[in-house]
C-alpha cells in the first residue's frame, strides 16, 4: 500500500497536478508518526510512510497548511474523510485547491497499549496482517493485532471514504458499531457514580490545548477561550468548574459536527477519554433528532442549526432520557 | 436466468394448470424456475394481526431459502405472494415481528428474510420485458376480447404490494396487449370475487362474483383471466357466463408451448 | 469614564408600597460608575422626565438607569426622554420593579433587596451599553404584484389608487386568474365575469398599474424597500404594441385541434388565441407547441390576415429589470390531480369531472354555451353525484391534510344552480361535514336543501363505475340511515383538494418567504400578522398562504395593499438598531449562523486579511444586513468562534448581568 | 445553613415577547413566586447561549430557568425551535456529567399565561431549594 | 374514562389508530360486504373507538369481511378498518370454546371441486 501511494504521490508531482503532498512520516521511532508535507519526489522517497501507526487525522493537519495558490495531494483514511467533508460543508477548506486520495484502513496500533503490557526499550514495531511484531532491547513478541488496537479502532464507524477524488485500494462500507456502550454504561450509573467518574477524569486536565489543536471540528479562527472578549477566555484550568465549562463548552461547540475520528483521545497526554464527551452528544442527536453523521456528505444541515416542529422538550432530560 | 419458485398447495392440487403452464411458458422464456425445497404452505390469507406470529413462519422460511439460494422468489398463486411479500414487509416494519420471528427461527430474521419477492406477472414484466414477451409470441391471440381479473390479493395494500396502482392497475393489460389480444377494461377488475367466505355464505360469494363477471362481459369480454385458483373456483361457481382461465395458460398457448 | 444616573420611581404607592425606594436610591448610589441617583414619585411625568433631563446635562450622565415599571410600558418613552437631553437612546436601561417586583411581593425588606439587585443589574448592562443608530434605509416607491388573479389585482388597484406605482406580473396571457373561470359566486350567485371584469379594466386604465401578462418572476435580489427583480416577459410572438385584439387570426388559424386550456381541456380552440373574450390585454398569443409554423415553418396565416402586422414569429423571450420597495405574492391555487383517486374513475370516464370543469360547463362562455350537457354524448344528465373532500382531509400521502375550506360552499351553489335551471335533474351530494361558516354562507346552504331538494347524504363514495351503457354506477355510504347507496348517475363532480400554485415554492427560496410543508406561504404572525410574511418587506394576499375564499381573498388583498402602502410611505426604513454584527476577524465562514437565520438577512463576501507575517489571505466571513435583520440572536449562538454577537443584547451585557444578578 | 434558610439565587432568562411579558402579567395580576427569581430579558430564548448558563452556575446561581414562547408562536418564527434543541443537549450533558438536571429547566410560557408563569417559578423554586447549593458546578472563586 | 383490556388489546393486535378515523364513510362505501354485514367497517372503528367491543366480538358481521382490504386502501386517514376487522375476528375466534369452524362440518361444506386455499383460508381465520 505504502508503495503504491508513494508512486502515485511521485506520478502526481510530476505531472504537475499537485505542487505539494500530505501525508505521514516516520521520526525517531516506528510508532512515532506525524503528518507532513512533501513537495519532493526525494522526500517522499525519503520520509513517507503509510502503516499501521498512521493515526493522526491529516484532515486537521491540512487545514493548518492549506494552500490557496496550489493544489495539494492529501491522503485520507476512511474516517479522515468524514472530517474533511465536515471542513467542506462549512468552508473551512478549499475543495478546489486540494486533490485527495481515499486510501484503506484496517485499525491502528495504539503503542501505549504495547507499553503497558510491560515493553520497553523498544527498537521497532513491524505489523504484518494479524501479527504485530515487537522487537526490543531485551527481546521480541509477537502480539495479536486486535489486542493492541487503538480503541476508537475497534469501534470503527466506517470504511466508507465520503470524499476523494480518486481511491486505492477498495471501497469499504459503513460498519456497525457498538461504540455508543461506554456511553450507555455512563448513562446508567446514578448521577453521583457520573459525577464522581467525570471529576475523576477531568480533574487530570492540565488545560494543554492537545484536544483542541488535533480536533478537525475545532478550527475557529481564534478560539473563544484564547479571545479576552468573549468572557469565558481562559488559560488554565484554575478550578474544577473551569475544567468542567471547558470541555462541556468544546462539546457543545462541535455537538453535531463532531464526526467522532477520536483524536482528540488519541492525542490527550491524560488520557481522558474525552470521545465520551463528544459521543453522548453524537448519541443524543441521532436517540431525539435522528440518525445524523456528521461529515457523510458535502452540505448537510447540522442537526444544532436544524429542527423540526416535532422535536422532543428538554424535559426529556429530566424525565429520563430517550 | 434462475428464480427461486414457490408453486403454494392449490398448485400442486386443483390448480395444477397454472403451474404446468407456467413452467413451461418460463422454459420457453428462458427462465429457470428452481421450486424450493420443503416448502410449507403459506396459509391461503395473511394474518394482519400484529400479534401473531405462527401463521407467518412457513413463509419466512421460504424466504429464507429462497435468500440461501441466493435468488428472487417468484409465486404465481395471488394468494401466496400476498402472504409471503406481506409477512416479509412486517418483519422489515415491525421490530416486534422482527424480534420474535429471529427468536423463534434462530436467524436474523431482517437480515436472513431479505429475499426479493416477485410475482410471475412482474417477472414477465420487469426481467423479461412485455417488448421482449410480445417478440417471442408464436401464436398471437389476436381479436380476442380479454379481460383480466385482478382481484384483491395482487393489489392491496398498495403500499406493501407495490404491484400496480391499485385502484387503476395496467400490468394485466399490458401483459394481454403484449400476446396480441385486446384487454377489456371494466370497473369490476380489482374488486373482491368473495374470497373464503364461500365456504359458509356461498350465496354471497357469488353475488360478489357474479358482478363482476357480468361487470366484464358488459363491457364485451370473451375471457376473462386470473392468478387465484379461488377466484377462478368462485366465478366459475358463481355461473360466469365469460370463461375464466388462468393467465399462464393463455400465455402457454401464444407462445406455442400449450 | 462611566457616568450612570439612577432613577428610582415610586409610581405613587404602587412601588413605594412594598419598595423602600429610598434605601434602594441609596444602595444604587454606591454601585460603581453611578455619580447620581434619586427617586421620584413619577418618573413618566413630565416633571419626572424633566428630572432625568437635567441631570444627564448637569452631570454629563453617559448612561441611565430608570427602575420603574415594565420597559414594555415606558422604554420607549424614556428613550425619548434621554433622546431629548442629547443622550443616545440606546444609553438606557429600565429595572422592572414594579411588574417584576413591587407587585408580587408582600414583604418590605424582601422586595427592597430584590430591587436593588434588579437595579444593580441594570446599572451593569447599562455599563456595557453603546450608543446604537438606528439605520436607515430609502424606499423605491413601487410595489410588484406576483399574481393576477382576483387577490393580486385587488392588492394592485388598491395600491395605486394610494398613488403608487404597481408591476402586476401574471404568468398566462390574461389577468382573472381562476375567478375569470368560475361562472356564479356564492352566496349571492351572481357572475364572476360581471364583477371581475370591470376590476381587469381598471387595471388596464389605471396609468399607475403595468401589467406584465405571460410574465414570470425570475429573479430577486435586495431586501425590504430596495428589492432588485428581473422579469422573464415569454414570448408570445405577437407584438404587444400593435396587436389589437380583433381576432381574425384565431378565427383563420388552421391549427383548431388546439386543447383548450381556459376551459380546461374540455374543448379546442386554434393554435393562436385570446383566452376568453375579456381578457386582459386582450392580445393574441401563439401556443408554440401546436403552432405548425413554429413546429415546422410551414403556415403563417396568422401573419398574413393580420391587418396591424403584429405576428412576430421571431419574437425573444425578454428579460425585465425593475426595482421595488415591496413585493406581494399572490399566485393562487390549482385543484390537484387527481390520478392518486382512480377509484372515482376521473380518467377512465369524460363524464367524471371536477368542480371546476362543472364551472366552465356551465357557463355561458363554456364549451356548450352555459347548458349543462354530459361530455361524453352531450346529453342532457338527470342525476348528478356530487363526491365532498376528494383528496382533502387525506392524511395519506394520496392527497392534502388540510380542508380545501371553500368546497361545500360551490357544491351548495352548484346544486342549487343545476336544480334550479334544470328541476328533473336530481342532485346528490356526498359529503363529510357541511363547513359553512361565514356570513349567510350555512343559510345559504340550508337554502340547497330546503328551497331546491338537493339530497345531501353523510357519507362519502367509494367507488363509482361506469357502466356499459354509459351510466356511472355509485357506491357510497349513507353513515346515518346505515345504508351502501347504489345511485346510477349520468354524471360525477368530484370536490378536488385546492392546492398552491406550483410556481410558488421556488419563488418562495427568491424571496427567502417560509412555507409550511403544504406549500402555503407562512404568515408572520397566525393571528396579529396575517398578510405579512416573517421575511420584511413580502406580503401575502390570497390562497397562496392558505385556502379560501373570494371574499376573504379580496379582503386580504386590501389589507396586503394596507401593509404596502404603510411601507411605501415612509420617508426611509428605521430599523431596529439591535441587530447582530459579526467580527470579521472572528469569523470562521462556516455558514452556521446563516443556516438559522429566519430572515436570509446573513451573506457571505470573500475578504483579504493582512496577516501578521504581511501576507495576505483572503477568507469567507459573514455579513449581517441591518436592514433585514430582526435581532432574534440566534446566529449568536450558532456561531462556534463567537463572531456573531447581537447589539444591545451582546454577551458580555448579558453575561455581566449574570453577574450582577448572582452576586 | 440549614434547609430552611436557604435562599437559592435562580436567574431566569425570558423572552421578550412571551414570557417577559407573562412575568408582566403575573405582577399585574399580583401572582406570588419567590423573591430568589431575577429575571434577564432577552429578546428570544434562542439568543440564550450555554456560556450564559454555566456562567451562572460559575457566579454562584443554584438553578436556570429559561422561558420562551410556545413552539410554533415565536415572534422570530423559529428561534425556540433552535433552543429547544440547544437545550435539550446541554442539560444533557450536565445530566451525563453528574450535574444535577433539576438545576435546569425550560419552560413554554405565553404572554397570556401569568399565572403559569408564577406556578413555574414556585415550583422550580421549590425544586431548586429541595436541591440545595450548587456544589457541583461551583467556582469556588467566586463565592464570598 | 378507563379502557378496557379487549380495546387495548384490538388496538394493539390491529395496528389501527382509531382516533385518527374522521367519520367520512369512505370504508363503507367502499366494502363489497356491505349487505352481508350487521356492523360496518366505519362502524367496527367507531365501536372501537367507544369501547364496544361485545357488539362486534358477537356479531356474525366478523364471518362476513372478505379480508380485500378495500377499505383500508381508500380510507384517507390511514386508519385501516379491515386490520380492526380482523383483529375482532382473531379475538372471538382466540376466546371462543370451540373454534367457529369445527372439523366435523367440513365434509358437508367441501365438494369435489373446492380448492385447498379456500379450505386452508377458512380455517385460518376462523379457527384458533
Not at chain 3, 419626572?48 to 420607549?76: F, W
Request: overall charge neutral; glycine content about 6%; some cysteine.
Amino acid at each position: 500500500m505504502q508503495e503504491v501511494m508513494k508512486k502515485r504521490a511521485k506520478e502526481l508531482l510530476a505531472s504537475g497536478e499537485v505542487t505539494r503532498v500530505i501525508g505521514w512520516k516516520k521520526n525517531e521511532f516506528d510508532y512515532d508518526i506525524t503528518p507532513a508535507v512533501f513537495e519532493t519526489a526525494e522526500a517522499i522517497d525519503r520520509d513517507f510512510v503509510y502503516d499501521d501507526f498512521c493515526g493522526p487525522n491529516l484532515s486537521k493537519f491540512t487545514f493548518q497548511h492549506q494552500k490557496n495558490d496550489t493544489k495539494t495531494l492529501v491522503f485520507l483514511k476512511p474516517c479522515d474523510t468524514y472530517s474533511m467533508t465536515q471542513m467542506v460543508t462549512e468552508h473551512r477548506v478549499n475543495r478546489d485547491a486540494l486533490y485527495i486520495i481515499g486510501i484503506p484502513c484496517f485499525g491502528k496500533i495504539d503503542i501505549e497499549k504495547i507499553k503497558a503490557d510491560g515493553m520497553t526499550g523498544i527498537l521497532s514495531v513491524t505489523s504484518e496482517g494479524a501479527d504485530v511484531k515487537v522487537h526490543t532491547l531485551y527481546g521480541d513478541k509477537t502480539y495479536v493485532k486486535i489486542d493492541v488496537m487503538a480503541e476508537r479502532c475497534l469501534a470503527c464507524k466506517s470504511k466508507y471514504h465520503t470524499i476523494y477524488d480518486e481511491l486505492i485500494g477498495e471501497e469499504g462500507e459503513v460498519m456497525e458499531t457498538d461504540r455508543f456502550d461506554q456511553v450507555k454504561e455512563l448513562e446508567a450509573m446514578t448521577p453521583d457514580q457520573r459525577f464522581e467518574f467525570w471529576r475523576g477524569e477531568l480533574s487530570r486536565c492540565i488545560r494543554c490545548n492537545a484536544c483542541r489543536n488535533a480536533c478537525p471540528a475545532c478550527t475557529c479562527e481564534s478560539c473563544v477561550f484564547d479571545n479576552p472578549e468573549s468572557g469565558i477566555a481562559q488559560k488554565a484550568a484554575a478550578d474544577s468548574f473551569e475544567e468542567n465549562m471547558f470541555h462541556i463548552i468544546r462539546a457543545f461547540h462541535v455537538a453535531g459536527r463532531c464526526t467522532d475520528c477520536g483524536e482528540c483521545s488519541r492525542v490527550c497526554p491524560q488520557h481522558i477519554p474525552l470521545h465520551l464527551l463528544n459521543r453522548k452528544f453524537i448519541s443524543d442527536i441521532n436517540g431525539y433528532y435522528g440518525e445524523y453523521q456528521a461529515g457523510e456528505e458535502v452540505g448537510q444541515r447540522a442537526p444544532l442549526v436544524n429542527f423540526t416542529k416535532e422535536d422532543v422538550e428538554p424535559d426529556v432530560v429530566a424525565k429520563g432520557g430517550k | 436466468m434462475t428464480f427461486s419458485y414457490y408453486p403454494g398447495c392449490t398448485l400442486k392440487t386443483k390448480a395444477k394448470e397454472l403451474d404446468a403452464y407456467a413452467r413451461r411458458s418460463a422454459e420457453a422464456l428462458g427462465i429457470t424456475l428452481a421450486e424450493l425445497p420443503d416448502w410449507q404452505c403459506c396459509g391461503g390469507v395473511y394474518n394482519n394481526t400484529k400479534d401473531e406470529i405462527a401463521t407467518k413462519l412457513s413463509s419466512v422460511r421460504a424466504l429464507i431459502s429462497a435468500k440461501e439460494q441466493g435468488n428472487k422468489l417468484v409465486t404465481l398463486c395471488s394468494a401466496c405472494h400476498n402472504v409471503i411479500k406481506r409477512t416479509k414487509n412486517e418483519i422489515e416494519t415491525n421490530d416486534d415481528m422482527a424480534f420474535r420471528v429471529s427468536n423463534y427461527m434462530q436467524c436474523d430474521a431482517r437480515k436472513d428474510s431479505d429475499t426479493e419477492v416477485v410475482h410471475f406477472f412482474e417477472l414477465l414484466r420487469d426481467t423479461v420485458g412485455f417488448d421482449e414477451l410480445k417478440k417471442k409470441v408464436v401464436n398471437p391471440l389476436t381479436g380476442r376480447k380479454i379481460a383480466a381479473y385482478y382481484g384483491c390479493l395482487l393489489l392491496r395494500p398498495g403500499k406493501v404490494l407495490q404491484f400496480d396502482n391499485p385502484e387503476n392497475p395496467k400490468i394485466m393489460e399490458d401483459f394481454i396487449r403484449a400476446l396480441g389480444a385486446t384487454p377489456v377494461i371494466y370497473p369490476m377488475r380489482n374488486e373482491c370475487c368473495g374470497g373464503y367466505i364461500a365456504i359458509e355464505s356461498s350465496e354471497a360469494a357469488r353475488k360478489n362474483s357474479a358482478a363482476i363477471y357480468e361487470s366484464a362481459e358488459g363491457f364485451g369480454a370473451d375471457c376473462m383471466i386470473t392468478a387465484c385458483p379461488l377466484c377462478r373456483y368462485n366465478l366459475i361457481k358463481a355461473e360466469s357466463t365469460v370463461p375464466v382461465v388462468y393467465f399462464t395458460e393463455l400465455l402457454a398457448e401464444a407462445l406455442g408451448v400449450k | 469614564m462611566q457616568k450612570i444616573g439612577v432613577f428610582v420611581c415610586h409610581c405613587g404607592t404602587n412601588i413605594a408600597g412594598t419598595v423602600d425606594v429610598k434605601a434602594v436610591a441609596e444602595a444604587l448610589g454606591k454601585e460603581p460608575g453611578v455619580v447620581f441617583s434619586t427617586e421620584y414619585q413619577y418618573m413618566c411625568s413630565e416633571a419626572g422626565q424633566n428630572l432625568i433631563k437635567d441631570a444627564i446635562k448637569n452631570y454629563g450622565l453617559t448612561g441611565i438607569v430608570v427602575c420603574s415599571c415594565s420597559p414594555r410600558m415606558h422604554e420607549a418613552t424614556f428613550r425619548k426622554t434621554a433622546a431629548a437631553a442629547g443622550l443616545n437612546s440606546y444609553m438606557v436601561e429600565i429595572a422592572n420593579i414594579r411588574e417584576q417586583c413591587s407587585w408580587i411581593h408582600k414583604d418590605v425588606k424582601v422586595a427592597t433587596e430584590k430591587a436593588i439587585v434588579l437595579g444593580r443589574t441594570a446599572i451593569a448592562k447599562v455599563a456595557l451599553n453603546t450608543p446604537l443608530t438606528a439605520s436607515e434605509t430609502p424606499v423605491v416607491k413601487r410595489a410588484l404584484v406576483i399574481g393576477g388573479g382576483i387577490a393580486g389585482i385587488q392588492t394592485a388597484l388598491d395600491i395605486a389608487d394610494a398613488g403608487y406605482e404597481v408591476d402586476l406580473v401574471e404568468k398566462e396571457p390574461t389577468i382573472g386568474g381562476k375567478m375569470a373561470q368560475i361562472d356564479k359566486t356564492f352566496p349571492t350567485l351572481d357572475c364572476a365575469a360581471c364583477i371581475l371584469t370591470p376590476k381587469m379594466v381598471d387595471c388596464a386604465q389605471n396609468e399607475k398599474i403595468h401589467i406584465y401578462a405571460y410574465s414570470e418572476v425570475e429573479s430577486v435580489k435586495g431586501f425590504v424597500g430596495n428589492f432588485n427583480v428581473t422579469i422573464k416577459k415569454k414570448a408570445r410572438f405577437v407584438d404587444e404594441t400593435k396587436c389589437t385584439g380583433c381576432g381574425i387570426c384565431t378565427e383563420k388559424c388552421p391549427m383548431k385541434k388546439t386543447p383548450n386550456l381556459f376551459n380546461l381541456g374540455l374543448d379546442n380552440r386554434s393554435a393562436i388565441y385570446i383566452p376568453f373574450a375579456q381578457a386582459i390585454p386582450k392580445i393574441a398569443t401563439i401556443d408554440a407547441d401546436y403552432c405548425n409554423m413554429l413546429k415546422n415553418g410551414k403556415c403563417g396565416v396568422c401573419s398574413k390576415v393580420c391587418a396591424a402586422g403584429a405576428i412576430d414569429y421571431k419574437q425573444q423571450d425578454q428579460y425585465i429589470e425593475q426595482q421595488y420597495g415591496a413585493i406581494v405574492v399572490a399566485t393562487g391555487f390549482n385543484p390537484i390531480k387527481l390520478d392518486n383517486y382512480s377509484e372515482f374513475a376521473y380518467n377512465e370516464s369524460p363524464d367524471v369531472v371536477t368542480s371546476l370543469e362543472l364551472e366552465r360547463l356551465m357557463n355561458a362562455a363554456g364549451p356548450n354555451g352555459g347548458t349543462l350537457l354530459r361530455p361524453s354524448d352531450k346529453t342532457h344528465p338527470h342525476t348528478i353525484v356530487f363526491v365532498q373532500c376528494v383528496g382533502s382531509r387525506d392524511t395519506t400521502d394520496c392527497g392534502k391534510p388540510y380542508c380545501s375550506k371553500i368546497c361545500c360552499m360551490y357544491t351548495a351553489k352548484h346544486a342549487m344552480l343545476i336544480r334550479d335551471k334544470y328541476p328533473d335533474t336530481e342532485v346528490y351530494v356526498f359529503y363529510m361535514d357541511v363547513r359553512t361558516p361565514g356570513k349567510n354562507f350555512d343559510e345559504f346552504y340550508r337554502r340547497a336543501v330546503e328551497d331546491y331538494g338537493v339530497h345531501y347524504i353523510k357519507g362519502m363514495v367509494g367507488k363509482v363505475m361506469p357502466q356499459p351503457d354509459g351510466k356511472l354506477l355509485v357506491r357510497g355510504s349513507d353513515l346515518l340511515t346505515d345504508e351502501q347507496l347504489k345511485i346510477e348517475a349520468d354524471m360525477v363532480v368530484l370536490a378536488a383538494a385546492i392546492e398552491p400554485d406550483k410556481t410558488a415554492r421556488p419563488l418562495a427560496t427568491m424571496l427567502t418567504a417560509s412555507m409550511d410543508t403544504n406549500d402555503f406561504f407562512t404568515e408572520a404572525h397566525p393571528k396579529l400578522r396575517p398578510v405579512e410574511s416573517p421575511t420584511a418587506g413580502i406580503f401575502l394576499s390570497g390562497v397562496c398562504q392558505g385556502p379560501k375564499d373570494i371574499p376573504e381573498t379580496v379582503a386580504q388583498a386590501s389589507a396586503a395593499a394596507a401593509k404596502v402602502i404603510g411601507l411605501l410611505a415612509k420617508p426611509a426604513l428605521k430599523s431596529n438598531p439591535c441587530t447582530a454584527h459579526s467580527d470579521e476577524n472572528l469569523c470562521n465562514g462556516c455558514s452556521s449562523c446563516e443556516r438559522v437565520c429566519p430572515y436570509g438577512a446573513i451573506s457571505y463576501v470573500d475578504k483579504e486579511f493582512r496577516m501578521p507575517d504581511r501576507t495576505t489571505k483572503v477568507r469567507r466571513v459573514a455579513s449581517v444586513n441591518p436592514a433585514v435583520c430582526q435581532g432574534c440572536g440566534a446566529c449568536t449562538v450558532a456561531c462556534p468562534s463567537g463572531a456573531m454577537d447581537l447589539s444591545g443584547f451582546s454577551n458580555k451585557q448579558i453575561m455581566a448581568e449574570v453577574d450582577a444578578i448572582c452576586r | 445553613m440549614s434547609m430552611n434558610e436557604f435562599k437559592p439565587k435562580i436567574v431566569a432568562f425570558c423572552c421578550n415577547w412571551c414570557s417577559y411579558a407573562g412575568a408582566d402579567l403575573a405582577g399585574t395580576n399580583r401572582l406570588n413566586y419567590p423573591a430568589d427569581v431575577k429575571i434577564i430579558r432577552v429578546p428570544c430564548s434562542c439568543r440564550v447561549n450555554p456560556m450564559f448558563i454555566l456562567r451562572a452556575f460559575q457566579r454562584g446561581a443554584d438553578g436556570v430557568i429559561l422561558c420562551g414562547c410556545h413552539p410554533g408562536d415565536c415572534h422570530y418564527t423559529t428561534g425556540n425551535y433552535y433552543a429547544r434543541r440547544r437545550m435539550t443537549m446541554l442539560f444533557s450533558m450536565l445530566d451525563y456529567l453528574g450535574i444535577e438536571k433539576e438545576r435546569t429547566r425550560v419552560e413554554w410560557v405565553s404572554a397570556a399565561e401569568g399565572a403559569k408563569f408564577a406556578a413555574v417559578m414556585n415550583d422550580f423554586v421549590k425544586t431548586v431549594t429541595e436541591l440545595g447549593e450548587n456544589k457541583r458546578l461551583e467556582d469556588l472563586r467566586c463565592k464570598k | 374514562m378507563l379502557t378496557s383490556k379487549e380495546k387495548e388489546q384490538i388496538i394493539r393486535s390491529s395496528g389501527a389508530d382509531v382516533t385518527k378515523c374522521m367519520r367520512c364513510g369512505k370504508c363503507s362505501g367502499a366494502c363489497p360486504s356491505y349487505d352481508e354485514m350487521e356492523y360496518h367497517p366505519h362502524q367496527f372503528v367507531y365501536f372501537v373507538e367507544k369501547d364496544q367491543i361485545e357488539k362486534l366480538l358477537n356479531s356474525p358481521s366478523i364471518y362476513k369481511c372478505l379480508g380485500c382490504s378495500v377499505c383500508s386502501e381508500r380510507c384517507p386517514r390511514d386508519v385501516g378498518p379491515s386490520k380492526i376487522v380482523e383483529a375482532v375476528l382473531a379475538m372471538a375466534v382466540r376466546r371462543q370454546d370451540e373454534n367457529h369452524l369445527k372439523a366435523e362440518n367440513i365434509p358437508g361444506m367441501v365438494e369435489d371441486d373446492t380448492p385447498g386455499q379456500l379450505l386452508v383460508s377458512a380455517f385460518r381465520k376462523y379457527k384458533k
